[in-house]
């Protein structure tokens, strides 16, 4: 294997890397998201309730305080792993422009060793040929 495959097997095994990475952090993001809409659907449920039952109304700014204070708490990591969310994006962008760098200089590799192979035949026949000529 020549040192250029291995420099793709590398970036293709780093961009797989990456890309399992950023499938953790989605579904990270996914679950919190389904966290905060969760408490959004217990405060309206508590909003309803609260509504017909007098007795709860007593009970319910506290609720609200408790339950604003909460979706903050998963808002601030959805932030937060929003912002982890870019930076693991930006990444497998680099692994894959690194990547594809690394098969063109591949290619052009190939591309240089089928034109000396070509050139060395072409001599061996003109070769061939002087002598034919010669004899």
Known sequence: MSWAQSLIKLSTY????LQKRLAEIVDRRVAC???L???????????????????AGIYRAGFFEGLKIRKAKV?????????????????LGEAFETQK????IAENLAVEQ?????????AALDELGLRKRAG
């Open 37 to 55: 809409a969760m408490l959004e659907a217990e405060g309206e449920a508590e909003a309803m309730f609260s509504a017909q039952e007098a007795a």
């Open 33 to 35: 998201e389904l966290r």
């Open 114 to 122: 089928r034109k000396e192979l070509g050139r060395r035949e072409s």
């Open 101 to 104: 760098k690394y098969e063109q």
């Open 14 to 17: 780093e961009a797989e890397v």
């Open 75 to 91: 808002q601030a990591e959805i932030d937060v792993i929003l912002v982890e969310e870019q930076g693991a994006r930006d990444a």
